[in-house]
């Protein structure tokens, strides 16, 4: 295969372009854009009815879209949705275990509808089931297990097929901190295996956690995209905190950062600065410290979590897309002025 050929060749994560759903007159997804690449976990935020069910659905084949184009592991959704269904797992938010087989049995009855032959079935099934630590429980009926065990035998079930995309859709939903952060850790081995994730969920933490990049979806659109670190410097309230030995330095580096009355605390010695957390920030700050002579005992950098993303980016009246954030490096040039 020569290289012109290799570069043209699709992607094996997704890409979506433009992607519409509308329910009668209700528009639930409108115009989406989504790329995921290959061997990462990808992690869509957004409250409830934002449409991160309908996107999962539409991306996994089991619904169509009114709109838009997408490729997902390689193939067309439009033209090749049998190729994608070879290659994709899809756990949904409610694990589909079958209560009166056994968990083994259950693991069998997937390899029979992946069409394995018997010896493989079986193979596939205890290494499975010895990977995702059931192999103890194998024989019991899978109504007797916790809420944790079966969805751990939800998503080994999924991994039957040996898919390259796994569709989570709130997978952790109603699990102990406990049984959540075993399943995160099965994630998270999946990724290290190349598996590519594509994860919904409400929990921030889990895609503070997991997700290589995460994106925003409120009312049928994305609001935001980017790493956790990007998201949260997009919102108001990240500052740099420095913290001196004494008044007189406090003083002096207050003075050089032309910083007002409410950025100091004389109690703690220390100046609050609005700042993005970037390294321009912080390097400007201490560009202007050493030109004043003056020198910190410590800094610490503090930026929003993504509660606070979450809730400045969707509901209304409480958006900043495009948030401009005070950050030091204005203040240089001010205090250069």
Known sequence: MSAATEQKAPPQGISAVGLRKSYGEKLVLDGIDLHVQAGTIFALLGPNGAGKTTTVQILST????DGGEATVVGHSL??????????IGVTGQFAAVDGLLTAEENMLLMADLHH?????????????LRQFELTEVAGKMASTFSGGMRRKLDLAMTLVGNPSLIFLDEPTTGLDPRSRRTMWHLIQQLTAQGVTIFLTTQYLEEADQL???IAVLDKGKIVAEGTADELKRRIPGGHIRLQFSDVLSLDAAAHRLALGPGARDEEKLTLHIPSDGSIPALRSVLDLLESAGVQADALTVHTPDLDDVFLALTGDGSRHHATTVPTPATTAQEARR
């Open 211 to 213: 997700a290589d990049r």
């Open 116 to 128: 394995l032959d018997r010896a493989e079935g079986k193979r596939r099934t205890a290494e499975l």
């Open 62 to 65: 089991l619904i169509s879209a």
């Open 78 to 87: 439009q033209r090749s949705a049998d190729a994608i269904r070879a290659k």
